[in-house]
């Protein structure tokens, strides 16, 4: 499928703050500055099997996709400096692939929605969904949402007042492929 460069910024709400429920905030805690960040992740995609897979920071998860979406997911330990344990973090990672036609019907960037309707659907005016074909796989851009889960094991516990809690933050995603 590629490699993209990706940039995450906070999934705004309509009142202008931010989808995070959490309470984490502590300078210490193992999380984004709550800001723009970028990084760079490879979609993998063997057509024989069905198997897709999102490789980036030199680790894996496995992945599903339905022809135009890619649903990516995979959890690490994180310390919050409310919770006397590591907690683990699940990341999902839910992206629209737009090929070329898609990509120039948008105006070349990620259109609104683009999970919910956004993703122009491929037609007989010459507009096609990604896929393989004889030069490489075309998708151009990659665009939807990260979001971020605390999940509490058992071995989770508040150190601060019961703030170690299970929550959920949303960020916007876009990729260019490279």
Do not use: K
């Amino acid at each position: 499928m590629g490699a993209f460069h990706f940039s995450a910024q906070p999934l705004l709400l309509a009142d202008g703050g931010w989808d995070m429920n959490c309470p984490y905030n502590d300078p210490s805690d193992d999380i984004p500055d709550g800001g723009t960040f970028a990084f760079d992740g490879t979609l993998s995609w063997d057509p024989t099997s069905g198997q897709t897979w999102f490789t980036f920071q030199g680790g894996t998860w496995d992945a599903g996709f339905d022809g135009q979406n890619v649903i990516a997911s995979g959890s690490a330990a994180r310390t919050f400096a409310a919770c006397c344990a590591a907690v683990q973090l699940v990341e999902t990672m839910d992206v629209a692939l737009l090929s070329v036609s898609q990509t120039q019907a948008v105006g070349g960037g990620c259109p609104a929605n683009p999970l919910d309707g956004g993703v122009p659907a491929p037609n007989d005016a010459g507009i096609t969904a990604p896929g393989s074909t004889p030069v490489g796989f075309d998708a151009l851009l990659a665009c939807g949402t990260l979001t971020d889960q605390v999940a509490l094991g058992s071995g989770a516990a508040s150190c601060d007042a019961g703030l170690c809690v299970a929550c959920t933050w949303r960020y916007s995603v876009s990729g260019v492929r490279r």
